[in-house]
């Protein structure tokens, strides 16, 4: 199992592009198994290289606890539609706070395998906002910059007094 910590906010690796990954070998099989790990031992759906402080461009997806993760590796949008679908959001790098979040409906993002082979898909419904969610992580976006300004300053006080009332 991976040893590596979850990075929490205000951590500015959190807000920091990942690098693009441009070496397919055994270092990147080891790095997806690490963030692979911190996705199932944190229960959460999904997660990138960043949350475990590695500036990678790697996400692991696994949207059901019975699914097998499934590894990104680059993933960039190539196309999000113009209609909107509006989901609860919220990160292992924030615990305690969620928010709704409104983004486009369905998109089709391209990626690499662990082998480097290019691939694309479509993804639509909560799949696409995880998926969304997961590549700002990427492009240095935390999700909590997707709220307006009044539900960003509400959403950091309410996590400033969870993190007050959790610390000794």
């Avoid at 082998?115 to 969610?133: K, M, P, R, S, T």
């Amino acid at each position: 199992m991976s040893a590596r910590a979850l990075v929490l906010f205000p951590d500015p690796r959190l807000s920091s592009p990942a690098t693009p990954v441009d070496e397919f070998g055994p270092g990147l099989k080891v790095l997806a198994d690490d963030v692979r790990d911190a996705l199932v031992n944190a229960s959460a759906i999904g997660l990138t290289a960043p949350h475990i402080g590695v500036s990678a461009r790697v996400m692991v997806i696994r949207m059901s606890p019975e699914q097998a993760p499934h590894v990104y590796v680059n993933p960039a949008l190539a196309w999000a539609s113009a209609d909107m679908a509006t989901y609860e959001e919220g990160s292992v790098s924030m615990p305690g706070v969620r928010e709704r979040i409104t983004r486009p409906a369905r998109i089709r993002f391209g990626y690499k395998d662990l082998d480097g082979a290019d691939h694309e898909e479509e993804a639509d419904g909560f799949l696409a906002a995880v998926i969304q969610h997961e590549i700002d992580q990427l492009d240095g976006v935390f999700w909590i910059d997707r709220l307006s300004r009044l539900k960003r300053e509400r959403l950091l006080k309410r996590f400033g007094k969870l993190k007050s009332a959790a610390s000794p």
